[in-house]
């Protein structure tokens, strides 16, 4: 069946260094892919989605290419902050079917 | 501000208490979603409905009981639940199921049975 698989975390960085986080996925036919964040203590809020090959979704620093040949879809941000201590779940979504990815937890050092 | 809103945001229960969690989407959604989000587990999709019929229970215990009266409005009730249950419950919409539109989540319920 389709799945998702994300890096390991915790991912511990400092201010203003670079992220990236990755995910690949195992799917039939043409998912769409989407990043979620969950800060502490919250829900999950979207954070950018692609539906096709190639795309690139991008929101609040953050960005994601759809790359069918690699089956993956790696998060990156070039200049993190501690704001954007929270963690992050991979997910795709086929058949009406959303499937998420374990999390990678991310925390930024001042 | 995701449209999706949950009560109550925390919630602690007996095994033997019956309670109900709300959800409410204000975003004119046709499917709305119950998963449960467990400590070092991936979210477990438990309930759809589209259109107030339920269309996929994924095996879920019959002491989670889904009521979807209209497609704003989606409640879980609980009765009888283990220590186990204890986890997060977070609730979902989008136009339709069985697409691949995006589901935009509520900030979720956070249960603790005692």
């Known amino acids: 069946g389709d799945s998702v698989t994300q890096m390991e975390g915790p991912v511990t960085l400092s201010e203003e260094a670079f992220l990236t986080i990755n995910c690949t996925y195992t799917?039939?036919?043409?998912?769409?892919l989407f990043w979620y964040v969950q800060y502490p203590g919250e829900g999950l809020q979207l954070l950018l989605k692609?539906?096709?090959?190639?795309d690139k979704g991008s929101n609040k620093g953050f960005e994601a290419t759809y790359r069918k040949e690699t089956t993956s879809f790696h998060l990156e941000k070039g200049s993190v902050q501690v704001s954007d201590s929270a963690v992050y779940f991979c997910?795709?979504?086929?058949?009406?079917?959303?499937?998420f990815g374990q999390g990678t937890t991310l925390q930024v050092k001042p | 501000e995701t449209g999706v809103t949950q009560t109550p945001r925390h919630l602690v229960m007996g095994m033997t208490n019956k309670k109900s969690l709300k959800c409410e989407q204000h975003l004119g959604h046709n499917a709305m979603y119950w998963y449960k989000q467990s400590a070092k587990k991936p979210l477990e999709l438990m309930f759809v409905y589209s259109l107030e019929e339920r269309v996929e229970n994924n095996s879920v215990p019959s002491r989670f009981s889904p009521e979807c009266p209209n497609s704003s409005h989606l409640f879980l009730h609980l009765h009888t639940l283990q220590p186990e249950d204890s986890a997060l419950y977070l609730c979902?919409?989008?136009?339709?199921?069985?697409?691949?539109?995006?589901?935009?989540f509520g900030p979720g319920t956070r249960l603790l049975v005692l």
């Open positions: 979902a919409s989008s136009p339709t199921s069985g697409g691949e539109e995006t589901q935009y």
């Open positions: 997910a795709l979504i086929n058949t009406g079917k959303l499937i």
């Open positions: 799917a039939t036919g043409y998912p769409s």
């Open positions: 692609a539906t096709k090959a190639d």
